[in-house]
């Protein structure tokens, strides 16, 4: 087993995609939303007729807020195969109409010292092609999907605190060398108990889940498990002394 590097000179760069790297909240989460709709409609209905909208909105934001992601709940209650899910889902057309990011973002990558991996809850094909139309690939040195994120046979996404210990192990680094770098506090939170530095970016907070339901913090001061907060990535590197 690789021996962990703590050397804070050179961090191990933890990115989440959506939110963070471009504005999900633009055109994208709006897509997702609508889809997972239809398809929890389809799951929760009688075979022919949908479930009301009433009864979607119930079980996604239920879902969403005892598992973390509507997924696990689908999975769990419904036995919904989760490839099947993000694919419908994710199937949201042209991506290159869809995205928008801040100019300049792989400079701002680049001149951030250490290895960086995306770490994203989002599906290994959906967020290949984000990565793609951002030209951002060459950044990271891993892409970790939704796909990857399994414990035990259990799917276990972010904010899961042992599928953040097994990737930290497999990667051999100690967790006090490695910073997080997201828009969702619970998963900034989870980090933090277990050593990781935090980043907070707050400039796409439109809608801070892909599900369309829940709000914007009504606080965006920075709480306490949030090392760093910055509207911009463009704002980083002028701040990594307050990472050390």
Not at 31 to 45: D, E, F, K, Q, T
Request: glycine content about 6%.
């Amino acid at each position: 087993m690789p021996v962990p590097n703590t050397n804070l000179s050179s961090p191990l760069w933890l990115f989440d995609l959506d939110n963070t790297l471009h504005d999900a909240s633009h055109a994208i989460f709006p897509a997702i939303s609508a889809n997972m709709n239809v398809y929890i409609a389809r799951v929760l209905g009688d075979g022919t007729t949908p479930a009301t909208q009433e009864a979607v909105n119930a079980a996604r934001l239920g879902y969403w807020k005892r598992y973390g992601a509507t997924l696990l709940g689908m999975i769990r209650h419904h036995d919904v195969k989760a490839a099947d899910f993000l694919h419908e889902t994710h199937a949201i057309g042209d991506l290159q109409q869809m995205i928008r990011t801040e100019k300049g973002l792989s400079r701002l990558l680049r001149i951030l010292p250490g290895r960086k991996i995306l770490l994203t809850n989002a599906p290994t094909r959906y967020s290949k092609d984000v990565m793609r139309h951002l030209g951002l690939k060459r950044h990271f040195s891993h892409h970790i999907a939704i796909e990857n994120m399994h414990v035990h046979g259990r799917l276990r996404p972010k904010p899961s605190k042992l599928m953040m210990r097994r990737m930290l192990r497999k990667h051999g680094v100690a967790a006090r060398r490695c910073i997080l770098v997201e828009d969702t506090l619970d998963n900034l939170r989870t980090a933090k108990q277990l050593g990781v530095r935090t980043v907070w970016i707050t400039q796409y907070l439109k809608m801070s889940d892909p599900i369309g339901a829940a709000a914007v913090p009504k606080m965006l001061k920075r709480p306490a498990y949030v090392d760093v907060k910055v509207k911009s990535l463009r704002q980083l590197a002028a701040r990594l002394h307050r990472l050390r």
